[in-house]
């Protein structure tokens, strides 16, 4: 065969040569090959195929069972065979030891001491330093400690990985294992090891490793001061990392005032498993970092039976003032002792930490997403001396593929009324199945129906889950209904509810108000949808919604750059810690921030919201900070202190009368944004006030009818209230203003002509007394017309250019609410 494929040994065959060559082997009829040519799911079949070959006839076999002959031995295993009885555990272990025993003779002389031995395998064989590394001064200390002090010069420091196995050492120790491996055990899962991220190299950092009389490792401590403490290192360590036997404790401090809080975290060094030898303990991991973010915040979980986390914090002046000036706001309105919408999250953080504790998550893997603050009392600010009551709940908890995020609402309040709404979501990143301890409870949209038809009335009488007031009248066609609920749900799985509740109002809309005519009242379990919410989707749309201008909007910022929306970011994120009480150490302590992945001590997002807001207030509300009524942002990127940013505002909207306006801050070094949202600007008082009569003119109005679906359904309700009272088309006189208008009595008019007759207008007679006269005196039971007429055309008479300026008052108004434009509380005064 060699002589006929001479290139065999070494030509390489393509995917289409292995098939083929593959189907040749499982020819049927052919002499199967004395060799396994692949491994795969007939491995049985090329293992025995050979062997009995020729013993196939199956009445040949012992109570016909290919099965029974596994192995048939050839002319060579026969001449070594011993005629012994032997199990296969035997056999195998003769095999096993047969194959070390070759292994020792062939690379250590058959000597079982000249085979090297260590504690674990699997660890890297780096080539040490022989004296020092660069950036790095080792000291052999008297007690057995060797201390390594990190130079302060960032550009002298040594790459992670080589500080790290410098100081490891060439021996497979624990702390070596702890230092180099790439990979930590949790459970079931690899996670990187985020010790390395911890212990990486410092400017200025000093490094202390105790030794046993065994010089074996015992205890590593690392001292190192933030960059806005003094130079010297500290004597209580940042970091400290102990065994004992095969437990190993690595302890990271944060300090909070005269106390160092810590931080512990348990592995178990298994130096018996080829490979990964360091074995996170998971049991009771997340409630030791509970504990740790509850006595840093100074908070403990807890809530009232109904789900309610309070608190009760009392505004300082010098906090307000300390806040403003660390944010950048100073506000004409800010040195007078009010604080800024944004110190809402200093009075309400207790409140809302004390909820986020309650959630099962690791806090080190906390990631906010956005915060909204919304006034709720337009005469009532925040001030220094004010007494705030905060009651936060969670309003949701929910899993995606990101992780588990959480809501919380918070309401802040002052003798008893409420003041200011805080929401803010949150994320636990990483993967959760835990369901059944998530939930959503949501106020819903108000979604608007027009009942069209009888078939419309009757799929909605048909709804279990509607629930009509005994009093109403039936719903009829050309009915428009609000709906206004909410849903409170729990989760059995992804898409499952365990149970899902819809409640709330349905209000029947008249062109005079909103009657309330029955409620929704919807409760299911194992539900894989939300039937109510279904339908509203596929028959209604959302009203009280923020209209969009169709322009897309425009930047109010000024053109010049003597004004630019910038600022820079403090060099220290220590201040607002400080003062607004989030104490959260990936802020402040490089330690912490490595320990959970960040590329540095990233910047608040909440500082980065207030030094966004404050722009708001410059160029939106005109520097008058009460106006802004509600600021709703989200946390796009990470902020790192020192970094330069440039916000962009636009007035790209109107939500019931305020100005709706875009947010938007970027990194003005790499245009990468890092927030967006939105703010509610509050508009000055305004009147709008229409001409009176003698400005009347043909076709007034009509512009707006043929664009404004609102415009157009008040004119027409009123042109056919006019056709069927009075006989006379409004919308003819204003369009056409005809001279002459005759209106006819015959048939069906004679409900027109009652109308005529029994209309009066009051005057004072002679003797002073109040008299009623007809209107239209000439109209009698007799009369079968009755002809208006004005030289000017009609839209000129009285009786017309009233109605008719009222019309495109009531319709320009309707219009602008519908668009957003009219604010809250405001209505249409008439025409007179």
Known sequence: MANDYHSSPTQTLTQEDVVHFISLCLTPGRKPVPFIPVLDDKFDFWFKKDSLWQSEDIDAVVDQDPGRVAILQGPIAVRHSKLVDQPVKQILGDIYHAHIDAIKEAYYGGSDLAIPVVEYLGARAEQLPAGSLGGIVKTELLEGSVMYEVSREGDQLPDGATFLEYIAGADHT??????????????????????????????????IVKYDARRRPQVLTVHHNRPSTPTAASRHPAVTVTAEGDRISVVIFEKRGSKYLPLEFLFKYVPWQGHNPIHEVMEGRNKRIKDFYASLWSVVPSADASGIFRSNFTVEDEVVRDFTQVIGNTAELYLTGAAPMDFAIVAGWQAIVTALLEIDGDLLRLVHLSNRFQILNTGEIIRAGDKIETEAVVNSVLISDAGKAVEVRATLRKSGLPVLEVLSSFLYRGKFTDYESTFKNAVEKPVEINIASPKDVAVLMSKPWMKWSPDVEPLSPGSTLVFRLETHARFKAATVYSRIRTLGTVELKTTRETVVVGKVEYDAVDAHGNLVLSYLNRFGKPIEQPVAFASGGYSILPSSATFPAEVTVPTSNE??????????????????????????????????????????????????????????????????????????????GMANGKKLIKVETFIKETGAKVLEGSAEVEQPSTACVFTGQGSQEVGMGMDLYQQSPVARAVWDRADAHML?????????????????????????GAAIRAHYMSMTYDVIDANGKLVSKLLFPEVTEETQSHTFSHPGGLLSATQFTQPALTLMEIASFSDMRESGLVQEGCAFAGHR
């Open 724 to 748: 069927a009272t009075y006989g006379v088309s409004i919308l003819e006189i204003v369009r056409q203003n005809p001279k002459t208008l005759t209106v006819h009595f015959g048939g069906r």
């Open 174 to 207: 624990w702390l070596r294992a702890l230092l180099t491996s790439s990979a930590v055990v949790q459970g079931k899962h690899l996670t990187p090891n985020y010790v390395q991220n911890v212990l990486r190299p410092r400017p200025g950092q000093t490094i």
């Open 575 to 652: 201040a607002y810690a400080q003062c607004s009480g989030d104490l959260n150490p990936i802020h402040t302590n490089p330690y912490f921030a490595d320990l959970a992945g960040l590329p540095g001590t990233i910047t608040h997002g909440m500082w980065t919201s207030a030094s966004t807001r404050k722009f708001v207030e410059i160029f939106a509300a005109n520097n008058q900070p009460s106006r802004v009524k509600e600021f709703d942002v989200k946390f796009v990127d990470m902020v790192l202190p020192g970094c330069q940013l440039e916000t962009k505002l636009s007035h790209v």
